[in-house]
Nanobody, 127 residues
Framework: QVQLVESGGGLVQAGGSLRLSCAAS????????MGWFRQAPGKEREFVAA????????YYADSVKGRFTISGDNAKNTMYLQMNSLKPEDTAVYYC????????????????????WGQGTQVTVSS
């Protein structure tokens, strides 16, 4: 079992920045590929970014590429999402997720591939 807790959400003006954190406890963090998803009101949960359990491979949704950066710190059992140049359309509840990964370079992009989820943190970008 892995417990995930997000933090760092809040209200920011367009063009601003936020850094989300995802603290993991339970099983060994380094056994899991990690990802960030988001869900806006009335919309389905969508993929944002993913990182392999080795931390060497990352992948981003086109909508955030060049603006968001995913990273992980295995020593702290924590994953981050640095969000720059935020836009009103980035407004959503952001969730972190963990997927048990045998391949150290594998990442995952669909909801169903992830085993564990956090409770979410709200990000609101005002125009």
């Amino acid at each position: 079992q892995v417990q995930l807790v997000e933090s760092g959400g809040g209200l920011v003006q367009a063009g601003g920045s936020l850094r989300l954190s995802c603290a993991a406890s339970g099983r060994t963090f380094s056994n899991y590929a990690m990802g960030w998803f988001r869900q806006a009101p009335g919309k389905e949960r969508e993929f944002v970014a993913a990182i392999s359990r080795s931390g060497t491979v990352t992948y981003y949704a086109d909508s955030v590429k060049g603006r968001f950066t995913i990273s992980g710190d295995n020593a702290k059992n924590t994953m981050y999402l640095q969000m720059n140049s935020l836009k009103p359309e980035d407004t959503a509840v952001y969730y972190c997720a963990a997927a048990l990964a045998i391949n150290s370079r594998r990442y995952y992009v669909t909801v169903n591939e992830y085993n564990y989820w956090g409770q979410g943190t709200q990000v609101t970008v005002s125009s």
